[in-house]
């Protein structure tokens, strides 16, 4: 096993090693390798997959010297375990067939998302190192989950950085309907966002459906519907869900339908629909990533609070929000002062109820917090 070297005589805590902190590598080495990580005194810190092309050069497998080979049994082993968590330890099952099975550093796996929608596992590649493994993990998936179909993804960014083409082994179509509590709902593993539906939004759509009886609902950037959908069947007196994607407006249709339920649904942009005036009781407002990289940051903040301000303006007194970012990026005390700077701008009053996060299938490493990317905020508006 060949070898990079740290500029530093530190030992770093976390499984990500950044390119600046490493000395010129051997030139011979392979994109995806798995390499030794060690000191500039040669202190030995982890195995790691090799990535020259990212600024995260390595990511740490494990920190065994000697440890076995990073092989199919290797994969199945930590797949398995991950598995156990959901499965005897959370008890996913009793309330869901679609969640979280393989959540990167959280489980121990670098770069690897691994999705379950039912009779279909969905593998999302987040490195080179993974892809040259793809063959051997799509068998231990396999083996663990007893899936009918697997489907690969991963986002054509990192596959441009890293360099690798997943996107040809993605299925041409992959359509499952899944269950959560008392709802199904309709996914598209191959074509959907993310990895076809927001498995870790399942605790906050259940305090959706507990908070809605007899409210009015608005439900922004709905996708699919899950909020939407969670709070009709809750006995919300009204529902109107707003979505600029025309793809994603149909699906919660599909979706409606699917659960015997009648939604206003609106295709248009939340900026726009929000400067119409609307208001409701219960507003919830789930828009995607607003950066990706730390040069969007600034128009990211901007954007959050001008969103969060239009938000709060829809809100009827002492209505709720139930606000959330999914920006990774953004700390959740930085979201908490994002939300602090939109209710000051429109002169509303507002109380925290509940800081939620992502739910435990999406587990957090303590040498990786990187890993915890969802922040929500429950909030009465007065």
């Avoid at 991950?82 to 670098?110: I, K, M, N, Q, S």
């Avoid at 009886?213 to 899950?226: A, F, H, W």
């Avoid at 529902?239 to 025309?246: G, N, P, R, S, Y």
Wanted: hydrophobic share 40%; net charge neutral.
């Amino acid at each position: 096993m060949r070898t990079i070297q740290l500029r530093s005589a530190e030992a770093p805590r976390s499984p990500r090693i950044f390119k600046k902190r490493v000395r010129p590598p051997d030139p011979g080495l392979r994109p995806g390798e798995v390499v030794a990580v060690r000191t500039s005194e040669g202190q030995f810190v982890g195995r790691a997959f090799y990535s020259p092309r990212s600024v995260i050069v390595a990511r740490i497998l494990d920190r065994e010297e000697n440890g076995p080979p990073i092989d199919g049994r290797w994969f199945e082993q930590r797949i398995a375990a991950a598995a156990r968590l959901r499965r005897e330890v959370l008890r996913l099952d009793r309330v869901t067939d679609a969640y979280r099975v393989v959540h990167a550093e959280g489980d121990g796996l670098p770069a690897l998302v691994i999705d379950r929608y039912g009779p279909i596992a969905v593998v999302e590649v987040g490195a080179r190192g993974i892809f040259e493994h793809l063959d051997e993990i799509e068998q231990a998936v396999e083996s663990v989950l007893g899936c009918e179909r697997i489907v690969v993804r991963s986002d054509p960014e990192v596959e441009r950085i890293e360099g690798f083409k997943a996107t040809d082994r993605r299925a041409t179509a992959a359509e499952t309907i899944v269950r959560e509590h008392d709802l199904r709902f309709h996914v598209d593993c191959a074509g959907g966002h993310k990895t076809g539906f927001f498995v870790d939004q399942r605790e906050a759509r259940r305090m959706v459906f507990d908070l809605a009886r007899g409210r009015r609902v608005l439900d922004l950037c709905c996708y699919s519907g899950g909020f939407a959908l969670s709070a009709a069947v809750g006995g919300a007196r009204s529902v109107t869900a707003v979505d600029l994607d025309e793809e994603a407006i149909a699906m919660a249709q599909r979706n409606a339908r699917l659960n015997g339920q009648t939604l206003r649904l609106v295709h248009a942009d939340a900026f726009d629909f929000l400067r119409d005036g609307p208001s409701a009781e219960l507003v919830v407002l789930d828009p995607p990533k607003l950066a990706s990289t730390p040069r969007q940051l600034d128009a990211a903040r901007h954007k959050s609070v001008d969103l969060n301000a239009l938000a709060l303006g829809a809100v009827e007194p002492g209505g709720l929000l139930f606000t959330f970012s999914c920006t990774g990026l953004f700390t959740p005390l930085e979201f908490t002062y994002q939300v602090r700077d939109a209710a000051r701008r429109v002169g509303r009053s507002v109380r925290v109820l509940r800081e939620t996060g992502q739910p435990p299938d999406h587990p957090v490493a303590f040498d990786c917090p990187e890993g915890r990317y969802l922040s929500g905020l429950l909030l009465q508006v007065d």
